[in-house]
Nanobody, 120 residues
Framework: QVQLVESGGGLVQPGGSLGLSCAAS????????MGWYRQAPGTLERQLVA????????RYGDSVKGRFTMSGDNAKNTMFLQMNNLKPEDTAVYYC?????????????WGQGTQVTVSS
């Protein structure tokens, strides 16, 4: 089963930019689905940030469209999330996520999460 390790979180001022990375233990081309979710303080639900499905199209959550960009580097088995024009409401723990087909079963894996805080 794939393992995911995020990095790149931190504190940034409103309007600033931050990049997150998610290193996978297997080739990301072998993953059926991969993406980013976030969980805001005091909430139980993880919100979709961006996800890429088997068709190769990236889908973004409504609140981040036009500001966030998801990409991947197959050679480094790493996916990235570039976040621009950050807002205080973007403050959350960000998780990378992947689905891998193992023995005809789709297995979900989550990274450990990385904190992003947007504050002046």
């Amino acid at each position: 089963q794939v393992q995911l390790v995020e990095s790149g979180g931190g504190l940034v001022q409103p309007g600033g930019s931050l990049g997150l990375s998610c290193a996978a233990s297997v080739s990301i081309s072998r993953l059926n689905r991969m993406g980013w979710y976030r969980q805001a303080p005091g909430t139980l639900e993880r919100q979709l940030v961006a996800v890429i499905l088997g068709d190769g199209i990236v889908r973004y959550g409504d609140s981040v469209k036009g500001r966030f960009t998801m990409s991947g580097d197959n050679a480094k088995n790493t996916m990235f999330l570039q976040m621009n024009n950050l807002k205080p409401e973007d403050t959350a723990v960000y998780y990378c996520y992947a689905v891998q087909l193992i023995a005809s079963e789709n297995i979900e894996t989550w990274g450990q999460g990385t904190q992003v805080t947007v504050s002046s």
